[in-house]
């Protein structure tokens, strides 16, 4: 593995986002010191938070998979994610509601599903749902240590018996035909193939390695933060503090002073010059080029994941049939993605993600209040309309949304609304997102694994690149193995044994490691 060469002791991380946060913690727990500058007021960047009228809404994501990559971050200092933060497991992890009135609880014990699938399609899908575990168990045993937690240097590395072991296993066939070998029902198989679009890429032309992503929700399980998906970024911020990084809010970085291919310093737009020996730049691919004043060649230019929209509520009341993360699919599905990825049509038939936080922790609410956060996928502004475009569309598109809800259960949705947030292209282009999707660079095969931007920047020895738009891509999880990864390439990997131990062995841990793998929780 490529590192960098010459002195790291002192490195400034850019962004205090997850991935960035898990860089430091793991510089951090590596020996060196650390310095962390925040554009923003505070740490989360995607996994922000906003606060109306006594609501606390999450701007990011809301589903949380494989803590256990979060507590490597910890405990490369010695502590803990669950001494820091309040998990519950989540069970049903989803809950699975289709046009033809039909709902499917998703759980992740094997057992609990298999007689879900039993009741909800019959014996014959129970047993394809059975063998569909044991693929994703193994596809996943296959992926994570080779191709996802790994620095590439070439293509070349590729070429591993593990490789072949992913071949069998029809990783490289199309995801929707491979789940469709298992499951026949077609509800079934957009329950444990949706997951594409997080990657950016319709299922029926995804990889179907990427049901890796399926592996990680569906069967290692889903979880919640008390406090919110917030409470995670903002322990770690706390942990990295405590173990001696020196942390500046409100610092937007303005030039990368260099000198005989290093960065010498970072110069904030307050004028403030931090010097340093490595620069690890987390913020988004577009600010980070800017940086370094210019993006690496390509033969094609990058393709980004479809955008969305998303509308967070107050309201006076909920509604029972709605579980902590709710998929409401509509009655199209192949066509929903052509609008999304090829036509740039807003989706004619939207599937919906409805998350209810408030489930959970009543507190991010006032009392008898609850949080309702709707995610509908909607093209991004390379394909669909321009970010302009949603000044007008973002309204109209926000009332044909409820008008949605309310006709698939949730009546008086409408008038239940207290306090609102509509986060619409136009917000995230704002916020400096490419192509104004907060997904990043989709993942197509030659935007993944080595071909995906490099993590290390040609030209300049001393500077890392970590967030989802580089290795190995999009998703919480994988956002805090680029922080490790990024790490590794200033310390080669080696760690060495923090100077205060806090881990606190009287707080058993509230999770497994993933089914099937060693790596410690």
Not at 7 to 29: E, F, I, K, R, Y
Not at 49 to 75: K, N
Not at 162 to 187: H, K, N, P, Q
Request: with cysteine.
């Amino acid at each position: 593995m490529k590192r960098v060469p010459g002195p790291t002791d002192h490195v400034v991380v850019v962004g205090a986002g997850l991935s960035g946060l898990a860089c430091a913690l793991h510089l951090l727990g590596a020996g060196r010191r650390v310095t962390v500058v925040e554009r923003d007021a505070g740490p989360g960047g995607r996994a922000g938070r906003v606060r109306r009228a006594g609501y606390a809404m999450d701007t990011g994501p809301t589903v949380l998979t494989m803590p256990h990559l979060a507590d490597e971050a910890f405990a490369a200092v010695g502590d803990s994610l669950h001494r820091r933060v309040e998990l519950t497991a989540l069970d049903p992890a989803y809950r699975a509601c289709f046009a033809d009135g039909s709902s499917l609880d998703v759980h992740t014990d094997g057992e609990a599903m298999e007689a879900e699938v039993r009741r909800f399609a019959g014996p014959a899908q129970a047993a394809g749902y059975r063998d569909l575990r044991q693929w994703l168990e193994r596809l996943y045993r296959v992926q994570m240590r080779r191709f996802i937690d790994t620095n590439f240097d070439s293509p070349l590395q590729l070429l591993h018996p593990d490789l072949a072991r992913l071949a069998a296993l029809g990783g490289f066939g199309r995801l929707d035909g491979r789940i469709g070998r298992f499951l026949s029902d077609e509800r079934l198989r957009r329950v444990f193939s949706f997951q594409a679009l997080y990657a950016g890429v319709a299922p029926a032309r995804a990889l179907a390695a990427y049901a890796v992503i399926a592996y990680m929700d569906t069967v290692a399980g889903v979880w919640f933060p008390k406090g919110g998906m917030h409470a995670l970024p903002r322990a770690m911020a706390d942990a990295a503090a405590d173990a001696g990084a020196d942390l500046r809010w409100t610092a937007e970085v303005d030039t990368l002073e260099r000198s005989a291919g290093r960065v010498r310093a970072v110069r904030l737009v307050s004028g403030e010059r931090i010097a340093c020996d490595a620069v690890v730049l987390t913020c988004e691919l577009p600010a980070a080029y800017g940086l370094l004043g210019r993006a690496p060649r390509r033969p094609v230019r990058l393709r980004h994941s479809p955008s969305a929209v998303i509308l967070h509520t107050g309201t006076d009341r909920t509604w029972p049939h709605l579980a902590h993360h709710t998929i409401s699919f509509g009655a199209a599905w192949e066509r929903t993605f052509e609008e999304l990825t090829r036509t740039g049509e807003l989706m004619s038939d939207p599937s919906l993600l409805i998350t209810r936080p408030t489930t959970h922790d009543p507190a991010l609410a006032p009392p008898g209040r609850h949080l309702h956060y709707v995610l509908a996928p909607c093209p991004n502004t390379h394909v669909g309309p321009e970010a302009a475009a949603w000044r007008d569309l973002g309204p109209r598109y926000r009332d044909s949304l409820v008008g949605a809800l309310e006709k698939r259960g949730l009546e008086g949705f409408a008038d239940s609304v207290q306090e609102e947030l509509l986060v619409t292209p136009l917000d995230w282009d704002a916020q400096g997102h490419a192509a104004g999707s907060p997904f990043s660079v989709s993942h197509t095969f030659a935007q993944t694994g080595p071909f995906r931007p490099r993590n290390l920047v040609r030209g300049l020895d001393n500077v890392v690149l970590a967030g989802c738009g580089t290795t190995p891509g999009v998703g919480v999880p994988t956002v805090l193995v680029s922080g490790k990864l990024a790490a590794a390439r200033i310390t080669g990997g080696a760690r060495s044994r923090p100077a205060r131990t806090r881990r606190s062995p009287a707080v058993p841990a509230t999770y497994p490691a993933p089914a099937g793998t060693d790596e410690p929780s």
